[in-house]
Each structure stands twice: as structure tokens, then as C-alpha cells.
Nanobody
Framework: QLQLVESGGGLVQPGGSLRLSCAAS????????MRWYRQAPGKERGFVAS????????KYADSVKGRFTVSRDNAKNTVYLQMNNLKPEDTAVYYC??????????WGQGTQVTVSS
């Protein structure tokens, strides 16, 4: 059974930092690109960051580039999102995502990030 479980969200002030984690199970984690998305209430779900299977190639949305860093630890089957200099517009539910062999997309339950003074 494929599972993705996000954690690490919370309430922070503008300029603060959080590190999100996504613990994966049920597939060979080290073979797949992992992605982070986010969705605010009433808004579209949008891409945040991705990391290739070996942790070498990373990509970011323009809105987070220079502030967020995605990384992974394949030995722990975990992908991370370090978020620095957070802004109110970063407020959203953050989701971990993987596309497996049959083309199915899998999502975690999400973790809430709220940036407010």
C-alpha cells in the first residue's frame, strides 16, 4: 500500500522558517521523482518544488525560488521541504506527491502552513 504522510506544518510569523517532511512507504522510494504542491482555500493547487530520484536535480516555482529548499534522504524514505523567509502568501496546505508506474498520482493528507503576524 503506497502511503505519503506529511508533517511539520504550523503557524509562523512572516520571515520565519519551517521544515516539512513527507514519509513514504509502499514503493521503491529511490526510483521516483518527488514533488511538493500547495493549495490555499478557494485557489488552485500549485506546484512548489520537485527533486529527482537521486537528489541531484531540483526545481522550484518562481514564487519560492531562493527561499525554499527541497531535499531527500532515500535511506529514510523521506523528502523534505525547508521553507525560509516565509511570506503570508505561502499560507496553504502543503502536499507531497509521486507519480507511479501506471501513471497514478498519489497524495498525502497534507499539512497546514499558516504565515501570519
Amino acid at each position: 500500500q503506497l502511503q505519503l504522510v506529511e508533517s511539520g506544518g504550523g503557524l509562523v510569523q512572516p520571515g520565519g522558517s519551517l521544515r516539512l517532511s513527507c514519509a513514504a512507504s509502499g514503493f521503491i522510494f529511490g526510483r521516483y521523482i518527488m514533488r511538493w504542491y500547495r493549495q490555499a482555500p478557494g485557489k488552485e493547487r500549485g506546484f512548489v518544488a520537485s527533486i529527482d530520484n537521486g537528489g541531484v536535480i531540483t526545481k522550484y516555482a518562481d514564487s519560492v525560488k531562493g527561499r525554499f529548499t527541497v531535499s531527500r534522504d532515500n535511506a529514510k524514505n523521506t523528502v523534505y521541504l525547508q521553507m525560509n523567509n516565509l511570506k503570508p502568501e505561502d499560507t496553504a496546505v502543503y502536499y507531497c506527491n509521486v507519480v507511479c508506474g501506471l501513471g497514478e498520482e498519489y497524495w498525502g493528507q497534507g499539512t497546514q502552513v499558516t504565515v501570519s503576524s
